[in-house]
Nanobody, 119 residues
Framework: QVRVVESGGGLVQAGGSLRLSCAAS????????MNWYRQAPGKQRELVAAISSGGSTNYEDSVKGRFTISRDNAKKAVYLQMNSLKPEDTAVYYCNAHLGTFPFETDYWGQGTQVTVSS
């Protein structure tokens, strides 16, 4: 059974930090691309940060220099360190595990964790 579970969300003041964690089980984690998405009220879900199976990273422009994605294959976990948080970072953050390549690809999602940044 595949499970993707996020944790670490919460309420923080602007300028503060949070660290999100995502634990994945039931998948070949070491070959999965792992991603963090977020969805704010009334907005589409957007990709925030990505890390490939080889450790290459990419970030959405608005979080570059503030967020850091990392992974621990031994623990089957991925993390998102968020610093210098802004009210516009408020959203539900989702962990995504992406396996395979087009057209044989599969995505697994967590249930999401709320991040609220107060001004």
């Amino acid at each position: 059974q595949v499970r993707v579970v996020e944790s670490g969300g919460g309420l923080v003041q602007a300028g503060g930090s949070l660290r999100l964690s995502c634990a994945a089980s039931g998948i070949a984690f070491n070959i999965a691309a792992m991603n963090w998405y977020r969805q704010a009220p009334g907005k589409q879900r957007e990709l925030v940060a990505a890390i490939s199976s080889g450790g290459s990273t990419n970030y959405e422009d608005s979080v570059k220099g503030r967020f850091t994605i990392s992974r621990d294959n031994a623990k089957k976990a991925v993390y998102l360190q968020m610093n210098s948080l802004k009210p516009e970072d408020t959203a539900v953050y989702y962990c995504n595990a992406h396996l395979g390549t087009f057209p044989f690809e599969t995505d697994y999602w967590g249930q999401g964790t709320q991040v609220t940044v107060s001004s």
